[in-house]
Nanobody, 121 residues
Framework: QAQLVESGGGLVQAGGSLRLSCAAS????????MGWFRQAPGKEREFVSA????????YYADSVKGRFTISRDNAKNTVYLQMNSLKPEDTAVYYC??????????????WGQGTQVTVSS
């Protein structure tokens, strides 16, 4: 059964950094685009970043551009999200997803359970 498991979330002060990982298992995700979404309390899930299966293209929400970097290691079936210069408004549950490269949820077929990121001011 295909499974995505996120890790690396936690509590960090504003201006700090975190690196999220998403490990895929159960099938090979090397031909899937991978994305990160987040959902803050009381808000809808929003797109954060995505990367094509061949790492040729990356996409970012305007709110994280220049601060977050997405990457993937297909040999390890893992995608990463390096988050720098974190702000309190980045606080959310972060979800990893696999599918076709898009900025909305319907492009993705597989989802992880999420990892909490909390940024204190």
């Amino acid at each position: 059964q295909a499974q995505l498991v996120e890790s690396g979330g936690g509590l960090v002060q504003a201006g700090g950094s975190l690196r999220l990982s998403c490990a895929a298992s159960g099938r090979t995700f090397s031909r899937y685009a991978m994305g990160w979404f987040r959902q803050a309390p009381g808000k809808e899930r929003e797109f954060v970043s995505a990367i094509s299966w061949d790492r040729g293209s990356t996409y970012y929400a305007d709110s994280v551009k220049g601060r977050f970097t997405i990457s993937r290691d297909n040999a390890k079936n893992t995608v990463y999200l390096q988050m720098n210069s974190l702000k309190p408004e980045d606080t959310a549950v972060y979800y990893c997803a696999a599918g076709t490269a898009g900025r909305t949820s319907e492009y993705y077929n597989y989802w992880g359970q999420g990892t909490q990121v909390t940024v204190s001011s």
